[in-house]
């Protein structure tokens, strides 16, 4: 590309640019540009740098290059200053990086739902007409802890007896352990052709729906089901997301494709930590639901109504944060 016709493509976006810079070297109160723009800028970062190295790759006039070279200085400080550096990160990967992600990679995400969906219905539909369905998976010990767990005449229900006297942080980190450990190895077990990912999203979609059904059966709907109401949406859709990622990890493996094992394997790498580290929030979220909201002495009706607007929260955001910020499908 010519010197001319590169700064006809860009010279609007770096004029943006390096109007956002002038902004953000504001304090805050006399800042002009809004949020949504303001979180734009490490992405607007990033195409200033890869245009700065290629002016001067291509030996570009000093000039543009001395130009590019100011706005690349001016910004710097602004995205890698110790003090709010992991901020605008933090915001750039929740508004942006993490559900951008998650459409990219869309494909996986569907086949991780089917894979654990299905059986959790199927499973849930037997356990419900068939009373002794539910030991073909748990055993005695485990379905009388949950029926437990979950008797009207509980407490604190949710919760197994020995549990019942823990407070609410107890379990918050508790649930935290929990969550992630699953989260984590529906992850990481992806690397074995993704065979592992596959098997752990079916187990759990088994056990889950079986205890549904199995719950629901005993009458015990009006315990159960306002319990998990409110954290599913984080947590199910969380360990979703997790399979995605390990799915990811294994179409690497067994497809790289022409770039080689090594080098899909890194690219696979990246993207699928983005889909975790998303997961892993979302997971922190629902034990957070789950130790102080889900176990509250609110009526089901209130917990029926908060559970579906944080379901229509997760799946808005899904489907729709980061459109329009470049990358996003």
Known sequence: MRQEA????????????????????????KRRKDLGEQLRFPQYYRRLCSDYALARSRRFSPALVAYLHGLVLRGHPLLYRKQAGWLWRLFNFLFRGFPQALRRNRIYFYISLLTFLLPALLMGAGCYLQEDLIYTVLDEQSVAQMESSYDPANDHPGRSPERGSETDFTMFGFYILNNIGIGFRTFALGILLGVGTLFLLLFNGVVIGGVAGHLTRLGYQETFWPFVSGHGSFELTAIVICGAAGLLLGKAVVAPGPMGRLETLKHHAQEALQLVMGAALMLLVAAFIEAFWSSSGFTPEVKYGVAAILWLWVILYLVFMGRGQGGSH
């Open 6 to 29: 590169f700064e006809a493509e860009n010279q609007t976006l770096w004029e943006e640019i390096g109007e956002l810079i002038e902004d953000l070297h504001r304090p805050k109160r």
